[in-house]
Nanobody
């Protein structure tokens, strides 16, 4: 089984940057891609970004394009999310997820989730 542990969240001001990391352990070769989702209070979990283990193909939500960058380190089994020019609307719990199949932007396509890390952006 795959275990995912996120780190790097915190409280920042608008315009600041944060880097989230997700350490994956276990049978990671069974998952072809990893993604970050986020969930704000009272809202549904939404797709942020995804990356494939092989080839490094990426996909982003329109709301974060040009500000966030997802990357992976295959040797370390880690996936990172560099978040620049943060806005108050980026405030949410951010989750790392392992893809099992299906569309990358859909939560049901993922079969393993981390515990989440809180990101709070003050105005």
């Amino acid at each position: 089984q795959v275990q995912l542990v996120e780190s790097g969240g915190g409280l920042v001001q608008a315009g600041d940057s944060l880097r989230l990391s997700c350490a994956a352990s276990g049978r990671t070769f069974t998952n072809n891609a990893m993604a970050w989702f986020r969930q704000a209070p009272g809202k549904e979990r939404e797709f942020v970004a995804a990356i494939t283990w092989v080839g490094g193909t990426t996909d982003y939500a329109d709301s974060v394009k040009g500000r966030f960058t997802i990357s992976r380190d295959n040797a370390k089994n880690t996936v990172n999310l560099q978040m620049n020019s943060l806005k108050p609307e980026d405030t949410a719990v951010y989750y790392c997820a392992a893809h099992r199949g299906g569309p990358l932007g859909v939560p049901s396509s993922y079969n393993k989730w981390g515990q989440g890390t809180q990101v709070t952006v003050s105005s």
